[in-house]
């Protein structure tokens, strides 16, 4: 059993001799000790803000960093137009963070624009209302003509009805994150891939430490902890478990289909109420089209169906005629986080985020989870969870993200072997 007494230093444990010592900064002395589970893109901006905030932060992820849901969504940098008519409050935030973002890391974003094109009357029809949603929540979508869309655009179907400008960009899943990490780590935090979380200790109903397990030399480790935050996104059912915890997630895997050739150059979305395969993104030279969504109970058994990258390809073709004649560059799902159950797939539950204190539900004192959102948001639901984390530890510290410049992505590669 781990020792551990609060006010009074606890060492990091090693259970069996690691080949090799890291290198990383070291924190101020007495700084909260806060252990992060979870590489994606919102375990990295919560290590940049509680960093930021004075913590001593180690960061551990089972695999690569992004290889989980982060590496393998869309890649739309989402304006909130896609949410505004079902939840204004996302739509805004969706908003708030393309700005935000756009400032910080510009050399992870593409900033190109996007069209919602209607493809018949009932799209048609929609159009005003979502234009009104739009406009509400703070977007600036505008209406324009057919020509101009379609000499914005050259390769969309002629026959469309109507067309809708909104300020959607497309962003880079892993230099996105990537600057979050290298910042985080220029302050300090120690961030490590390939480091599974398999245990973690609860005593006198507080969790003390985490026990982790290096996949590539074998040895373990215990690392003393105040408090231990669930960034694992879907995975979180499992990582709760550790700790003697619980917390509504489903999690909802969605095909993508990538083809070659930039067949747009804006993100070009179906005009319509959300459904499957109402979204293409240009990403490099490749178009992508995206996605469906079904729940399942385990987000690793989440293969690919040949059915679903069939109608994602008859969905873009669509909006795109040739589409589905371009060679296919590559098909995979991601496994969206969603915040609560549902009994429809989870197409009921809101896409927007939760920061859990699990102590308040019977769970152990000093951990939390962060659930649901999207890529656009990461640094927002670090913000509402390092909030939580704060208030946890007894610590007052304000957010500072939203001002602080982010290391460039290609720092986090410097001094690295």
């Known amino acids: 059993m781990p020792v551990h007494a609060h006010g009074t230093e606890v060492r990091e444990t090693p259970l069996r001799a690691e080949p090799a010592a890291r290198t990383v900064a070291k924190p101020k002395p007495g700084s909260p000790r806060v252990v992060i589970i979870g590489g994606g893109g919102t375990g990295a901006a919560i290590a940049w803000d509680l960093v930021l905030r004075g913590c001593s932060v180690i960061l551990l992820e089972r695999g690569e960093l992004t290889s989980g849901t982060t590496g393998r969504h869309h890649g739309q940098m989402h304006c909130g137009a896609r949410y505004a ?10 908003m708030d963070e393309t700005r935000i973002l756009r400032r910080l890391v510009p050399d992870a974003i593409e900033y190109n624009g996007g069209l919602f094109v209607a493809l018949n009357d009932a799209d048609a029809d929609f159009a005003p209302t979502f234009i009104d949603a739009c406009l509400e929540a703070g977007i600036p979508a505008r209406e324009t003509s057919l020509a101009s869309a379609l000499s914005m655009e050259p390769n969309l179907i002629p026959t469309i009805r109507r067309a809708v400008w909104v300020p959607d960009g497309t962003l880079d899943a892993f230099r996105l994150p990537l600057a979050f990490f290298a910042s985080a780590r220029s302050r300090g935090a120690d961030i490590r891939a390939f480091t599974e979380v398999v245990g973690i200790d609860v005593e006198r109903g507080a969790v003390v430490s985490v026990l982790a397990l290096d996949r590539v030399s074998g040895s373990e480790c215990r690392l003393p902890a105040d408090l231990v935050v669930n960034a694992t996104g879907a995975w979180s059912t499992k990582t709760c478990a550790l700790a003697g915890a619980a917390i509504e997630v489903t999690p909802a895997p969605g095909t993508m289909v990538a083809v070659e050739g930039r067949l747009c150059n804006m993100v070009v979305s179906h005009l319509h109420p959300a459904g499957d395969g109402d979204i293409i993104v240009p990403q490099r030279n490749l178009s992508i089209i995206g996605s469906t969504q079904r729940s399942v109970d385990d987000p690793d058994d989440s293969a690919v169906r040949r059915d679903e990258v069939e109608a994602l390809l008859s969905y873009a073709d669509a909006m795109l005629p040739g589409f589905s004649s371009r060679p296919v560059h590559a098909a995979w799902t991601a496994a969206r986080p969603l915040a609560g159950r549902s009994g429809d797939e989870g197409r009921s539950i809101s896409r927007d985020f939760v920061a859990v204190d699990h102590e308040s539900s019977g769970g152990p ?14 640094r927002a639901m670090a913000e509402k969870t390092a909030d939580l984390a704060c208030t946890k530890l007894g610590l007052v510290s304000p957010c500072s993200t939203r001002e602080t410049p982010l290391s460039p992505y290609r720092d986090f590669f410097k001094g690295r072997d």
């Open 85 to 94: 008519v079902g939840d204004r409050s996302i739509a805004r935030e969706c």
């Open 365 to 378: 004192k000093g951990f939390v989870s962060a659930i649901g959102g999207k890529a656009t948001v990461l």
